[in-house]
C-alpha cells in the first residue's frame, strides 16, 4: 500500500497532462501512485497517462460523469493512508509532498493544504496566494472566506471512511467546497503558509451553468452543515450569513450574465449589511463595462485580495 495516492481526474485534458504527471514524477517523496480517472476523454490523454509506466494507475469510465460523481470513483479506487489531488492542468513544487507529511503525519490534522502560484496558459505566473489562517479549528474562517485551493489538499484516508466523507455524486461545481466543509467542521485543518503548488486559470473557465451551480450546491452544503452540526451554527451564525451571502452573489452573477441584471441587483443589494463588499457590487452593477472589468478572471483575482470575494 503506497502511502500516498495522488488521484488525478481527466476529461479531454491532454493539454497539459504531461507536464502535471511529471510535477508527480519530480516529488523527492516517491511512495505514491496515481489514480488516473480517465472520465471518458475523447482525446489522447488515456495514452499520456499510460506512457509513464505502472506507477500511474489508469482507470476508464465508460460514460461522462459529473465533476463530483468523478472525483468520488476515483478517491474509492485510491489505496494510500493519504489522499492529494492534482488536476490535469495543474502542477506542484517538487517538495510538496515531503513538505505536507513531515508536519501532518501523527498530528490531529485530517486535512491539510497551502498555498499556490496562480499561472495563466502559458504557465506565466501572475498572482501568489498565502494562506490566510493559522492551523487548528477553522471552520468559521473558512465560512467568511473559503480559501482551500484544489491543488495542494491532503487528506487522511481513514479520517474520510470512519465519518463516511466523500464527494457529493451529484454535484458539478463547488464538490471539494462541500467536502472540505465537512471535514473542516470535524477536525482542525494543518495550513501552510508557502507555495507548493502551481494552478492554472483560464479567462473563460466560468461557464453560466457553473455559476449557477456555484450558488445551488453551496446553499445544499450550507444547509447540511447547518442541520447536521447545530452547535457548530448557533456558535457561527455570522460565518453563516456571510457564506449565505457569498451563495446569493453567485446567483446574482448568474442573473447578470443572462441578461436579468435587476434581480442581480437585488440580491446583491439585501447582502449590503453583511459586507461593504456587497454596496461596492451593487454599485459596480449599474455600469456594465466596469462589472465585466472587474470579472475578468486575472483582474478579480488580484482585486479578491482586498475585497475578499470570489
Same mark, same amino acid.
Given at each position: 500500500?503506497?502511502?500516498?495516492?495522488?488521484?488525478?481526474?481527466?476529461?479531454?485534458?491532454?493539454?497539459?497532462?504531461?507536464?502535471?504527471?511529471?510535477?508527480?514524477?519530480?516529488?523527492?517523496?516517491?511512495?505514491?501512485?496515481?489514480?488516473?480517472?480517465?472520465?471518458?476523454?475523447?482525446?489522447?490523454?488515456?495514452?499520456?497517462?499510460?506512457?509513464?509506466?505502472?506507477?500511474?494507475?489508469?482507470?476508464?469510465?465508460?460514460?461522462?460523469?459529473?465533476?463530483?460523481?468523478?472525483?468520488?470513483?476515483?478517491?474509492?479506487?485510491?489505496?494510500?493512508?493519504?489522499?492529494?489531488?492534482?488536476?490535469?492542468?495543474?502542477?506542484?513544487?517538487?517538495?510538496?509532498?515531503?513538505?505536507?507529511? %513531515?508536519?501532518? %503525519?501523527?498530528?490531529?490534522?485530517?486535512?491539510?493544504?497551502?498555498?499556490?502560484?496562480?499561472?495563466?496558459?502559458?504557465?506565466?505566473?501572475?498572482?501568489?496566494?498565502?494562506?490566510?489562517?493559522?492551523?487548528?479549528?477553522?471552520?468559521?474562517?473558512?465560512?467568511?472566506?473559503?480559501?482551500?485551493?484544489?491543488?495542494?489538499?491532503?487528506?487522511?484516508? @481513514?479520517?474520510?471512511?470512519?465519518?463516511?466523507?466523500?464527494?457529493?455524486?451529484?454535484?458539478?461545481?463547488?464538490?471539494?467546497?462541500?467536502?472540505?466543509?465537512?471535514?473542516?467542521?470535524?477536525?482542525?485543518?494543518?495550513?501552510?503558509?508557502?507555495?507548493?503548488?502551481?494552478?492554472?486559470?483560464?479567462?473563460?473557465?466560468?461557464?453560466?451553468?457553473?455559476?449557477?451551480?456555484?450558488?445551488?450546491?453551496?446553499?445544499?452544503?450550507?444547509?447540511?452543515?447547518?442541520?447536521?452540526?447545530?452547535?457548530?451554527?448557533?456558535?457561527?451564525?455570522?460565518?453563516?450569513?456571510?457564506?449565505?451571502?457569498?451563495?446569493?452573489?453567485?446567483?446574482?452573477?448568474?442573473?447578470?450574465?443572462?441578461?436579468?441584471?435587476?434581480?442581480?441587483?437585488?440580491?446583491?443589494?439585501?447582502?449590503?449589511?453583511?459586507?461593504?463588499?456587497?454596496?461596492?457590487?451593487?454599485?459596480?452593477?449599474?455600469?456594465?463595462?466596469?462589472?465585466?472589468?472587474?470579472?475578468?478572471?486575472?483582474?478579480?483575482?488580484?482585486?479578491?485580495?482586498?475585497?475578499?470575494? @470570489?
Amino acid at each position: 500500500m503506497p502511502k500516498i495516492s495522488v488521484v488525478m481526474n481527466c476529461h479531454n485534458g491532454a493539454s497539459f497532462l504531461k507536464e502535471s504527471i511529471q510535477s508527480v514524477f519530480n516529488q523527492t517523496f516517491t511512495d505514491w501512485e496515481i489514480i488516473f480517472f480517465n472520465n471518458f476523454s475523447t482525446d489522447n490523454s488515456e495514452e499520456i497517462a499510460h506512457s509513464f509506466g505502472n506507477k500511474v494507475k489508469v482507470f476508464n469510465s465508460q460514460k461522462l460523469l459529473n465533476l463530483g460523481h468523478a472525483r468520488a470513483e476515483a478517491l474509492n479506487l485510491s489505496n494510500g493512508e493519504w489522499i492529494t489531488f492534482l488536476d490535469t492542468d495543474d502542477l506542484w513544487m517538487k517538495k510538496k509532498l515531503e513538505i505536507q507529511l %513531515e508536519e501532518i %503525519e501523527g498530528s490531529d490534522f485530517a486535512l491539510g493544504y497551502s498555498g499556490v502560484t496562480e499561472i495563466d496558459q502559458m504557465g506565466k505566473a501572475f498572482r501568489k496566494q498565502i494562506p490566510k489562517y493559522n492551523s487548528g479549528y477553522i471552520f468559521n474562517d473558512q465560512l467568511q472566506n473559503f480559501e482551500i485551493n484544489m491543488v495542494t489538499p491532503i487528506i487522511n484516508a @481513514n479520517f474520510l471512511s470512519m465519518n463516511n466523507l466523500n464527494f457529493n455524486h451529484n454535484f458539478t461545481a463547488s464538490e471539494e467546497y462541500n467536502l472540505f466543509m465537512k471535514i473542516c467542521a470535524l477536525s482542525p485543518v494543518m495550513v501552510q503558509k508557502k507555495i507548493l503548488g502551481s494552478y492554472r486559470i483560464y479567462e473563460d473557465s466560468l461557464t453560466n451553468k457553473f455559476m449557477k451551480n456555484w450558488a445551488s450546491e453551496r446553499f445544499e452544503t450550507l444547509d447540511y452543515l447547518k442541520d447536521t452540526h447545530k452547535k457548530i451554527f448557533d456558535l457561527n451564525k455570522k460565518g453563516f450569513e456571510a457564506a449565505y451571502a457569498r451563495g446569493e452573489y453567485y446567483l446574482a452573477r448568474y442573473h447578470y450574465e443572462n441578461g436579468n441584471k435587476n434581480q442581480a441587483k437585488t440580491l446583491i443589494k439585501k447582502n449590503i449589511h453583511v459586507s461593504m463588499v456587497y454596496l461596492f457590487l451593487y454599485l459596480m452593477a449599474n455600469i456594465p463595462l466596469l462589472w465585466k472589468f472587474f470579472h475578468k478572471r486575472k483582474v478579480k483575482s488580484l482585486l479578491s485580495k482586498f475585497l475578499k470575494i @470570489n
